[in-house]
């Protein structure tokens, strides 16, 4: 069986992650990054700031900073 994590990120724009929070509940995944791009300002839009989700199918593929809700 395979596990599916999604995975969401907030990236400025050097690749550096500031906020990663990690579940294998789809509807929560959906939701966080809807308000991850609702958070993120003009101003690190403008420098190049992104929220992205994604999935993976390992723990050990989810950042080890990530908030990781089961």
Do not use: Y
């Not at 992650?17 to 995944?29: D, K, P, W």
């Not at 308000?35 to 839009?45: G, H, I, K």
Request: net charge negative.
């Amino acid at each position: 069986m395979t596990t599916t994590i999604w995975v969401n990120e907030q990236i400025d724009s050097s690749g550096i992650i500031h906020a990663c929070i990690a579940t294998c509940n789809e509807t929560h995944a959906k939701d966080c990054h809807e308000s991850f791009e609702e958070n993120l300002t003009d101003v690190q839009r403008a420098w190049g700031w992104v929220a992205r989700l994604r999935k993976v199918h390992s723990w050990d593929d989810v950042p080890v900073n990530a908030l990781k809700l089961n």
